[in-house]
């Protein structure tokens, strides 16, 4: 095959420049139906840490589901995060966050700057989204570039990517990344995103971290899972030697 033009960027190659990166149609069609119908069954079964007027927040989902606990070990999804955390990489939160017909936007922030101001992508934060979401429909946007200045804010606002996302697309993006969620019109349907978050295993974990809680799916886990529920490092893995 001929190659026309320049290769394209590389995940890290994209986090480092413009603070995030895309991956289309990443989850399978099969993936997608289970992990819906989990959201379902999660919508009936639990009930949320908060649900305000904007915002329904499910956090911890991993243990409810094969289909997440799935998610956070997908090849795909691995392939950019070990690349762009490291190989050490472990989770450091897992949610859903509902967004919910409104009228209004979310404001345009930062996440955990006490990372992000030292090391933009090393909190690395993957909205997977289930369905289509359109641009009045809630979408995630993101400010590209807007983690080279942390100091600066409205500065980048006119800047701004609303994520027109499909089923199974991801958007990743570090924590010194402005983003938020956009618009939502009052006749667009409720949007779900799972967002999981890692970090590389050196970094201090505070209490937040809901990985350690989970025990059901550590009886079983893979030493890659054991690592990313920041169990145990994995033996192939060395903090000393850069692979
Ligand atoms: O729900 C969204 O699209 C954005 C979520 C967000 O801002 C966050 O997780 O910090």
Not at 30 to 58: C, M, N, S
Request: hydrophobic share 40%.
């Amino acid at each position: 095959m001929i190659t026309i033009g320049q290769p394209r960027l590389t995940c890290l190659e994209q986090a480092t420049r413009y603070g995030y990166y895309v991956q289309r149609g990443l989850i399978a069609a099969e993936h997608l139906g289970r992990i819906r119908a989990a959201f379902a069954r999660l919508q009936r079964e639990v009930k949320p840490e908060w649900d305000k007027p904007f915002q329904t927040y499910y956090p911890n989902i991993i243990e409810f589901d094969d289909a997440f606990a799935e998610l956070i070990d997908h090849p795909g999804i691995l392939a950019g995060v070990l690349e762009v955390v490291g190989a050490d990489a472990q989770l450091y939160s897992n949610e859903i966050l509902v967004s919910k017909p409104n009228q209004g936007t979310m404001n345009w922030h930062r996440d955990k700057m006490s990372i992000g101001r030292h090391c933009p992508n090393l909190f690395l934060k993957l909205a997977i989204f289930l369905d289509h979401v359109a641009e009045d429909g809630g979408p995630t946007g993101v400010i590209p570039e807007s983690h080279h200045d942390i100091y600066k804010g409205p500065e980048f606002y006119a800047h701004k990517i609303d994520f027109t996302a499909g089923p199974g697309d991801v958007l990743a993006f570090g924590a010194a990344t402005l983003h938020r969620a956009g618009y939502h019109a009052p006749e667009r349907p409720p949007r779900p995103v799972v967002f999981l978050t890692y970090v590389p295993w050196w970094m201090k974990q505070p209490d937040y971290y809901t990985g350690r809680d989970c025990s059901k799916l550590l009886q079983t886990a893979s030493p890659l899972r054991r690592q990313l529920l920041g169990a145990q490092l994995r033996p192939e893995v060395s903090l000393d030697v850069h692979a």
